[in-house]
């Protein structure tokens, strides 16, 4: 290993010429001692030489053999040297942090948090934008299949959902080598009676998992047999199943499980991890076709209004996305030329191939945006570790300038001084690294399960990238640590140190951390500006009045044995319901046939006598629901008009009634005559009227935000699509509804044995993932925020502390001058707030500058909201005078006498 | 000088180096001198053999050197033994007894 010069010099190492020197003296010595010899035994001095030379050999050959030995001697010193010199570096730089145990541990907190909170958040980047999902091979070539057409309300959707007919359309595409329909990860029951579980299935077509290019963990997966509509059902489980449910028991292949209506052969299990196309966990794959027809009977097979399909594809060799979009989209329109020609769907309808790997693709989910920026957010919180760390470090060789000085007296070099402080610095960073795997192993977890729910993240927190990318994390964090107290330390002057005698900071050295100081503020102002922008969005998105209380609000569906004809299943349902309104918990309870946020069917638009058609919402209907007597107590619905469905309408042969919902009323009865008219539902010419009986405030039906409510109305009687039994039991109750659910469950399950799984939830979780973005936006921003916060507060203090006792003799001085007590406080205060003041103005120009690109995640709330920007402000000038606080009162109790007699 | 002269194995050379370094430390010339003094001159070596010996041995850490003044008052490198080189030296001399006895045996079993 050749060492670079200043490295040797470091080490003192020999150099080529004084090998040569040394080889030189040293056989010069042997002939003058030889010669001297021969002449002390009477040779000439001539014959003296001679003998001599003869006796020595070939001197040149000789020489430069001698020359080759001591090189390579000279070289191993050198590296033995270095080794050793590096392990003492080490071990000098580990007990200097023995010797501070606290500073020491502070340091590797910050570092462990600001590295741990990077790596978590690679983790979700990585896993949201920059990896396809797992198991996926040549995942360049593998394309998600959208659909982009305009609508009848003249909107432009891009979505995913296919029906059937279509899916089959693009399968004669030839520029794909494969393609592939699932479905969405639908909760369905496996097992009977108190072993039921929900588990999540996916159905798909057997070409998924060659399209994907996976490997089965157990057995194999489906081929085209199993892939038709009469086949023997069969089913493939996630590893994580097999796992939980079975203990990775092998002989699981070939025993049937009860899966829905189904029961199913299993013939294999899928690797660890493997999620399909989506990113969402999915716990059972089975045959599309086989497990549709099934639960669906056929009616989805030609009917191109049954959207319920995803589709993936392949590009076949040599073909490129532009080529395959371009047939793809050929087809799908030809399939649905009919519909177009009828003005039923758009004729310039488009295929759109994204790229699997969402960072490449043209659009993100608004969860991946918020990733991304917390990425982003991530890398500033290690940046602020950093400068603190760094701050630290510095306020450390500040202290030791003395110590620095007489080593550097004592002829130790610049260069080793400099290797010294990088080291330490880079083995504070390394423990810090492994403190941060246990962080980021804690809060990986909580992220994931808390936050990011829908997304499947391998059990394996620390991955490979991930590991990698806190290696190198850790490695920046240490030249940066390193690299600034380094500088100073260089610069660091003898004799003015020696003079200084450790007590007067000169201003230009303190400059470097005022600018670490002024940039930690700077960075906490923007995180938590950010972080208040998110709080204050999802509290928005929160507070929106959905009409029904959701959070009040208890939802029950049963799974039954499948046999059980539709009248018991009706007759199980009042029954259940008798009871839990019998529950204490429970205010009111009715059935339904959907649930908002959930389901909605729409049976075609009712006539009214005495006009031609009603109006047309813009987002579709009017939705119908079948609802019994209690339902809008229930749901927190208030009549405008009129009265609500009632017991009496239930009944059988009871009349058939209405309630409408005040938006609906209004377009259609806009002089407000709708109470007590007539309205026809359904297609036959005798259909009897139904009388509207109220009017009802309007709810939202399926988004947080819709502009402008929707058309809903309720019926008693039976219209064909609501001839089977209820679907749902809702149940409005006392407080949080977790408790009640608890006992409704109960109450249900001990009502009948023809029940096979009870299914109650609140609310709230249906509109919960509409608020997820905001959610992960708000608790990531005020978690990093919180952190750049308290490291920035605590850096701010620990430098006001340092400087107070550096100032020791002055603040002496000017005690003993006669400044009272609050001139002193006063002097300490304003450098702290200055600091933190000038930060505050960088930090809020620096958010400002940001807003426009946050605005479209947030809800409700302006990039440059000013109450957010206030309260950050008034946040950040509490901690500045919190942390000037302690080191301002010690600043009073200096003693004169004893500050002029220390020097 | 009629006498025998032998050639010498490079393991036998680094035996008598050491042995010689042993007894005190000494410059180069000072071992040359030493073993064609106790050997009578019997063994031919050249010296800078001799001096290839010393500096190879000091490379393996078997030898340490360090300058000095000599006798006559100039400037000399001289040699010492290392604790290695202490090892080396009676585990390589253990050997050549165990060696030359052998062969004794054999050559006086021969002459009887």
Known sequence: MRLPPRVRRLFRLGSQTQIQRDLDDEIQHHFHEAVRSGVQRGLSEDEAIRRARARFGDERAYRKALRTIDEGRVRMREKSEFVDGAVRTVRFALRGLQRAPGFTAAIVTILALGIGANSVMFGVVDRLLLSPPQHVTDADDVRLIQVRRTLSNGDVSTGASITYPDFTDLGNVTGFALVAGYTNPRPWT???????????????????????????????????????????????????????????????????????????????VAPAGFTGAELAPVDLWLPMKVHES???????????????????????????????????????????????????????????????????????????????????????????????????????SIRMRREVAVRLALGVSQARLTAEVVTESLVLAGLGAGAAVLVARLMGRAVHQSLLPNVAFSDATIGGRMLAFTLAATLVAGVLTGAVP???????????????????????RSRTRIGLLVGQAALSVVLLVGAGLFVRSLNNAQALDLGFDADRLAVMSLEWNETLPAAERRAIYEEVLAGVRRLPSVREAGLSYTVPFRSSISIGTPRVPGLDSIPRHHAGGPYANKVGSGYFGAMGLTMVQGRPIEAIDDAEGAQPVAVVSASMAQAIWPDGSGLGSCMLVGDEPDTPCTEVIGIVENHRREQLVEDEPHFLYYLNQSHPAFSGPPQVLMAGTVGDPAAALLLIREEARTTSSQIRFVNATSMTDFVEPQMRSWRLGASMFTAFGLLALIVAGWGLYSVLAFDVALRHHELGVRAALGANRSRIVHLVFRQALTLVGVGVGVGLAGAAGMARFVEPMLFRVSGTDPATYAIVVVTLMVVGGLAGLLPAVRATRVDPREALRAD | ???????????????????????????????????????????????????????????RGWLESEWGVSENNRRAKYYGLTEAGGRELSRATGDWSRYAEAVFKVLGSEGT
């Open chain 1, 294 to 396: 099934i639960e669906s009977g056929d009616g989805w097979l030609d009917n191109r209004n049954w959207y319920f399909l995803h589709a993936v594809g392949r590009l076949a060799p040599e073909v490129t996305g532009e080529r395959a979009t371009a047939q793809a989209t050929a087809a799908h329109r030809s399939g649905r030329a009919e519909m177009a020609a009828e003005d039923r769907y758009d004729t310039d309808a488009e295929i759109v191939l994204a790229p699997i790997i969402a960072a490449q693709g043209p659009s993100l989910t608004s969860q991946a945006q918020v990733a991304r920026w917390l990425g982003g957010v991530s890398v500033l919180v290690l940046l602020i570790a950093c400068f603190n760390v760094a701050n630290l470090l510095l306020a450390r």
């Open chain 1, 486 to 508: 380094a500088l100073q330390a260089r610069r660091t002057e003898l004799v003015d140190a020696l003079r200084a005698g450790g007590g007067n900071v000169a201003s230009a």
């Open chain 1, 190 to 268: 496996i097992g009977r009676g108190a072993d039921a579980k929900r588990v999540r299935v996916v159905g798909t077509s057997a070409s998924l998992f060659p399209l994907l290019g996976v490997q089965p963990a157990l057995g194999r997966f489906f081929d085209a047999n199993d892939d038709e509509l009469d086949a023997e059902p069969t089913v493939v489980l996630a590893h994580e199943l097999w796992e939980r449910e079975f203990g990775l028991d092998p002989s699981v292949l070939g025993t049937s499980l009860d899966i829905g209506a189904g029961r199913y052969t299993v013939v294999g």
């Open chain 2, 1 to 59: 000088m009629t006498r025998k002269q032998m050639n010498l194995l490079q393991g036998t050379l680094d035996v008598l180096v050491m042995k010689s370094v042993a007894i005190e430390a000494r410059h180069g010339y000072g071992v040359a001198e030493w073993i064609r003094d106790t050997t009578d001159g019997a063994l031919d070596i050249e010296d800078g053999a001799l001096y290839t010996s010393l500096h190879r041995m000091e490379k």
